[in-house]
C-alpha cells in the first residue's frame, strides 16, 4: 500500500517562510509551486530556492508520515518548463504537476527528458512521477480520455487533477456553480470525466481546489462528495483545508467495519455470488468496493 494522497497543498516556490512550514501542514503532498504563484520576473530565484529547499529536506531524516514533495512546472508550451525541469532534478522531486496539458502527446518532450536528467541527477529512470492539470483550455478538456488508452508516459502517470478558474476564462463563463452551489454543466462535464479516466488508468482522481478558503463548511461538504464519488484526494490552496480533507478523504470506522464484514463473509462462502448482510443483499461488485476500501485504509 503506498502514501496516502488525500491531499494536495500548494506552496509559493518563491517563499522561504513558506516552504519552511511545509514539512508541518499534515498534507500527504507538498506542490511547490512554480507557475500561478510565482511572479515572471521570480522565476529565476523560484527555481534556486525550490531545489535548494528540496536538497535540505533530503538531507534531514525524515519524520514519520512526511510529505511527499513534488513540483508544479510551467505549462509545457511556454520557454520556462525546461528551465524548471533542470533546476529542480537536482532535489529529487517525487513529481511533477503539469498545468494546462494538452493531452499525452504533449507530454512526450517531458517524458523523454527526465529520462536524461534522472541518471545525471541519482535518481531512478522511471520514477519522477508525473500530475497533469488536464482541463485548463478547451483543447485540454476534450483530450481527458486520451489519458485512459496508454502511452509512453502511462508508467509515470500517478493521477489526474483538473481546474476551472482558467476554464472558465478561456470559454468566458461568467460563473462556475449554480445557484445551489453545483458545478454547471461543462464543469460537471470536466469533472465526471477527469474521474473516469483516471479509474480507467488505473491512477488517482485527485478533484480540484475549493477557492474559498474561508468557507469551511462549503469545502466539508464538497470534499465528502469528492470523496463519495470515487475521487481518492483533493487539491488544497490554504493550510486550513488540509485537516478538513484529510478527514473527509479518510474511510470511518463504520464503513471500514461494514467493509470487512463482507469480505469476511465471502471468504466464508467461497464460490458465493450473493449472500445476506444484514437483511440486504450483496454480490461480486459490493465485494470489490468493500476491497478497494480496505486497500485505501492500509
Same mark, same amino acid.
Given at each position: 500500500?503506498?502514501?496516502?494522497? $488525500?491531499?494536495?497543498?500548494?506552496?509559493?516556490?518563491?517563499?522561504?517562510?513558506?516552504?519552511?512550514?511545509?514539512?508541518?501542514? @499534515?498534507?500527504?503532498?507538498?506542490?511547490?509551486?512554480?507557475?500561478?504563484?510565482?511572479?515572471?520576473?521570480?522565476?529565476?530565484?523560484?527555481?534556486?530556492?525550490?531545489?535548494?529547499?528540496?536538497?535540505?529536506?533530503?538531507?534531514?531524516?525524515?519524520?514519520?508520515?512526511?510529505?511527499?514533495?513534488?513540483?508544479?512546472?510551467? =505549462?509545457?508550451? *511556454?520557454?520556462?518548463?525546461? $528551465?524548471?525541469?533542470?533546476?529542480?532534478?537536482?532535489?529529487?522531486?517525487? +513529481?511533477?504537476?503539469?498545468?494546462? !496539458?494538452? @493531452?499525452?502527446?504533449?507530454?512526450? $518532450?517531458?517524458?523523454?527528458?527526465?529520462?536524461?536528467?534522472?541518471?545525471?541527477?541519482? #535518481?531512478?529512470?522511471? %520514477?519522477?512521477?508525473?500530475?497533469?492539470? /488536464?482541463?485548463?483550455?478547451? $483543447?485540454?478538456?476534450? *483530450?481527458? =480520455?486520451?489519458?485512459? *488508452?496508454?502511452?509512453?508516459?502511462?508508467?509515470?502517470?500517478?493521477?489526474? %487533477?483538473?481546474?476551472?478558474?482558467?476554464?472558465?476564462?478561456?470559454? @468566458?463563463?461568467?460563473?462556475?456553480?449554480?445557484?445551489?452551489?453545483?458545478?454547471?454543466?461543462?464543469?460537471?462535464? /470536466?469533472?465526471?470525466? #477527469?474521474?473516469?479516466?483516471?479509474?480507467?488508468?488505473? /491512477? &488517482?482522481?485527485?478533484?480540484?481546489?475549493?477557492?474559498?478558503?474561508?468557507?469551511? %463548511? @462549503?469545502?466539508?461538504?464538497?470534499?465528502?462528495?469528492?470523496?463519495?464519488?470515487?475521487? !481518492?484526494?483533493?487539491?488544497?490552496?490554504?493550510?486550513?483545508?488540509?485537516? =478538513?480533507?484529510?478527514?473527509?478523504?479518510?474511510? +470511518?470506522?463504520?464503513?471500514?467495519?461494514? !467493509?470487512? &464484514?463482507?469480505?469476511?463473509?465471502?471468504?466464508?462462502?467461497? +464460490? &458465493?455470488?450473493?449472500?445476506?448482510?444484514?437483511?440486504?443483499?450483496?454480490?461480486?461488485?459490493?465485494?470489490?468496493?468493500?476491497?478497494?476500501?480496505?486497500?485505501?485504509? +492500509?
Amino acid at each position: 500500500m503506498g502514501l496516502p494522497i $488525500r491531499s494536495w497543498m500548494f506552496v509559493p516556490g518563491d517563499s522561504e517562510k513558506k516552504l519552511g512550514k511545509a514539512p508541518g501542514l @499534515g498534507a500527504d503532498v507538498i506542490i511547490i509551486d512554480l507557475e500561478d504563484a510565482v511572479a515572471p520576473e521570480a522565476k529565476a530565484a523560484a527555481r534556486d530556492m525550490t531545489r535548494h529547499w528540496l536538497e535540505q529536506v533530503r538531507a534531514a531524516d525524515p519524520a514519520e508520515g512526511a510529505p511527499q514533495y513534488w513540483v508544479r512546472i510551467n =505549462p509545457l508550451d *511556454t520557454s520556462l518548463w525546461h $528551465r524548471d525541469v533542470e533546476a529542480v532534478m537536482p532535489g529529487k522531486p517525487a +513529481g511533477l504537476m503539469v498545468p494546462k !496539458a494538452t @493531452g499525452p502527446d504533449q507530454m512526450r $518532450r517531458l517524458v523523454e527528458m527526465l529520462y536524461e536528467l534522472e541518471p545525471r541527477n541519482g #535518481v531512478a529512470p522511471g %520514477t519522477t512521477q508525473l500530475l497533469p492539470l /488536464v482541463s485548463e483550455t478547451p $483543447r485540454a478538456a476534450i *483530450t481527458i =480520455p486520451a489519458y485512459g *488508452t496508454g502511452d509512453v508516459e502511462m508508467p509515470r502517470l500517478a493521477g489526474l %487533477t483538473w481546474g476551472a478558474e482558467d476554464l472558465s476564462a478561456a470559454i @468566458g463563463a461568467t460563473r462556475k456553480r449554480d445557484a445551489d452551489g453545483r458545478w454547471t454543466d461543462a464543469f460537471r462535464m /470536466v469533472r465526471a470525466q #477527469v474521474l473516469l479516466t483516471a479509474h480507467a488508468a488505473g /491512477v &488517482a482522481a485527485i478533484d480540484t481546489l475549493h477557492a474559498d478558503f474561508r468557507d469551511m %463548511t @462549503g469545502l466539508q461538504r464538497v470534499a465528502r462528495d469528492a470523496y463519495q464519488d470515487g475521487f !481518492a484526494g483533493m487539491l488544497a490552496i490554504h493550510p486550513s483545508q488540509v485537516a =478538513p480533507i484529510n478527514a473527509a478523504f479518510t474511510p +470511518g470506522a463504520e464503513e471500514l467495519a461494514e !467493509a470487512r &464484514a463482507i469480505v469476511d463473509l465471502f471468504a466464508q462462502n467461497p +464460490g &458465493a455470488g450473493a449472500l445476506q448482510l444484514d437483511g440486504r443483499m450483496i454480490d461480486q461488485p459490493h465485494l470489490v468496493q468493500a476491497q478497494k476500501l480496505l486497500a485505501r485504509a +492500509g
